[in-house]
């Protein structure tokens, strides 16, 4: 249920917060201050321009992440319903998801410069082989009993994905991207890090550098609170779209 876990949610943040407070007091250091003193200083951000930094990040997030659904999400399909495909992709997938991908971020920025397009096929490179293997794994594990009445029925290739495939699937995709999402969010801060003056990544290094940590946990608290907002959105679209499932 959306309510249970909203309220969940709530009780984490309030706790989140007593223990940040508590910590904050017991070091008395300027290296880590009060939440209270970072709230406060959230406005002044936003009234010098903030936003541009937050529309960077979420511009490479959601094209990265819309890449790699949509290349992940054709393949897994393939892979899942063609063994060939499978038989065929499988070394490559299998041999490439372990290796760090963080690790290729020169050779990237070599061939697609230091702007937009390195730091999105980044994220796409490390979350489009997580998107692949849930979807063909989910794919493979729908009972092919389900299929029996509407094939018997006349139903086609179409017919059977929209009405058997998608809604078995379903689940273990928006799983898949809330998992993909806070992988794709760790990356992005640490590829705005370099080639670029705007984005959430760029901003908490350069507020680190210049020693000013209210500006620095501030972008880290907006950054955590639009990874949060993002997961309560697939939350609700997991409420909308899988009602049958158990909550």
Not at 12 to 32: D, T
Request: charged share 10%; hydrophobic share 55%; aromatic share 14%.
């Amino acid at each position: 249920m959306i309510f249970k876990k909203m309220w969940n949610l709530a009780k984490g943040f309030i706790l989140f917060n007593f223990i940040w407070y508590l910590l904050a007091l017991i070091m008395n250091s300027r290296v880590l201050p009060t939440p209270d003193k970072i709230y406060v200083h959230l406005p002044t951000l936003l009234q010098n321009g903030f936003e541009v930094h937050i529309i960077a990040s979420l511009y490479r997030l959601f094209l990265g992440m819309f890449i790699s659904f949509l290349i992940g999400t054709i393949i897994g399909l393939l892979m899942g319903y063609f063994p060939s495909m499978n038989k065929l992709f499988n070394p490559l997938v299998y041999f490439v998801y372990p290796v760090p991908k963080t690790a290729l971020l020169p050779v990237v920025m070599t061939i697609y410069g230091l702007g937009d397009n390195s730091k999105i096929m980044i994220i796409v490179l490390i979350t489009v082989f997580q998107m692949i293997v849930s979807v063909r794994d989910a794919v493979i594990n729908v009972s092919k009993e389900n299929y029996h009445s509407l094939i018997s029925l006349g139903a086609s290739s179409l017919q059977l994905f929209y009405h058997v495939t998608f809604p078995a699937i379903l689940t273990e995709l928006l799983t898949s991207i809330r998992v993909t999402l806070g992988t794709a969010l760790s990356v992005l801060f640490f590829v705005e890090a370099y080639g670029t003056k705007q984005g959430m990544g760029y901003f908490i290094q350069d507020a680190w550098s210049r020693i000013n940590y209210i500006d620095m946990y501030s972008g880290i608290l907006i950054l955590s609170l639009i990874g949060v907002s993002l997961f309560i959105i697939i939350d609700l679209l997991e409420n909308r779209f899988c009602k049958w499932k158990k909550q």
